[in-house]
């Protein structure tokens, strides 16, 4: 039976990236999104390979279990294009993509997985995440080392442990069937949007109920508003809906868009200078496949960085700590060199520092104790020694100490 419903696909290159080597496919039952990797040109052929041969799936099944037999021989024959395509261009080594696939079958939703792109299922006012990520930092998230909200940020979170490409002849997909109901919002998409917008602002944008269209653009609003440093691509399909399609064209985007053979040129070079070094990090590949033993080379790894981080903090603490103490003992020091004339247990004393307390420290303290007392000066005198009289050196202070002296009515003189 023809899967009724409505679809939209979307790919945009995002804001970093200067190629798009993502692609997507919304057809009649089938619905793809593939993330490639592989450098500036291999991503693009390894993501449209992968499209071009799904979407000769883009038809009635029988069953789900002859749905799930197709979808894994096409991917099996894809990783096998690839590894041809690497034969005849051998600058292609390397590359892979991603695959998140779903074909319609009656009321059940057939769906392939590998890698970290993602499929979401919107019902009920729930957002749900339906995949499992084959990547290095889920595992750590599986195996309680680092939370969710962790891996979004972790610097390893796009090293992928499976995916499709040209070392592997016989990739192992995840595949399941899923049971759809009228009203479900499917969601596909590459890493460019769940890496960047979380889950919070898809539901935002997916219970509005608007075409998935419309949905599809609000989306990547989302993703280039936050940067959109990868390439993102997004399908919606919606099961039944207010204005269900029973058939169309199939929508293609992305790299599988272009026409095949056609060969992207790399990115020219950029100059190098003590100024601006090359930087085309964004060119780079940012997947690969590693080796068996490399989850616990990484592992280890990244608890020697956590180590090397923390002993950073410290001595970063220690040193912040000790530049606010020398500046503290400067400040002191500089105080110390400053005198005022002043009164205490009525007695005019000279006093070295400065009248400001810091908090419960004092900044001045007694340096002599002239023995003049305070009564024996003239009442206006009086009032000038309990308010301080400032000097700009001891000699000034010992200056005032003398007029002071010299203040005082005859018949008093001490």
Known sequence: MVFEGSSAAISHTGKVRSNNQDSGYAGANLFVVADGMGGHAGGDVASSIAIHRLENLDHAYPSTMDAQASLQAAATTAAGDMIRAVKDRPELAGLGTTLDAIIMVDDYAVIGHIGDSRIYLYRD???????????????????????????????????????LSDMDADPELDMFVMPTLPGDRWLLCSDGLSGVVDEAHMLKSLRLGMAPGRTADGLLKFALDGGAPDNVTIVIVDVGGQHPVVSGTPTIVGAAANPQGVVVPAARPARPSWLHPVRQAANEPTHFEPAADYLEELIEEDHRRAV??????????????????????????????????????????????????????????????????????????????????????????????????????????P
């Open 125 to 163: 006012e729930t957002l749900t995440q339906i995949t499992t990520d084959h990547t290095f930092v889920q595992r750590l998230v599986d195996s309680g080392r680092i939370t969710p909200e962790e891996a979004r940020y972790h610097p390893r979170r796009s090293v992928l442990m499976r995916v």
């Open 308 to 413: 090397r981080r923390r002993w950073a903090w410290i001595a970063g603490f220690v040193i912040v700590i000790a530049l606010i103490a020398a500046a503290l003992a400067g400040a002191y020091a500089w105080t110390q060199t400053r005198y005022y004339v002043g009164s205490r247990s009525d007695t005019v004393v000279i006093y070295q520092g400065i009248q400001q307390d810091l908090g419960p420290i004092s900044l001045s303290h007694v340096y002599q104790d002239t023995g003049i007392e305070v009564s024996d000066l003239p009442a206006f005198v009086q009032s000038q020694v309990h308010q301080t009289m400032g000097a700009s050196s001891l000699q000034d202070a010992r200056g005032i100490v003398e007029r002071l002296r010299a203040s005082i009515p005859t018949g008093k003189t």
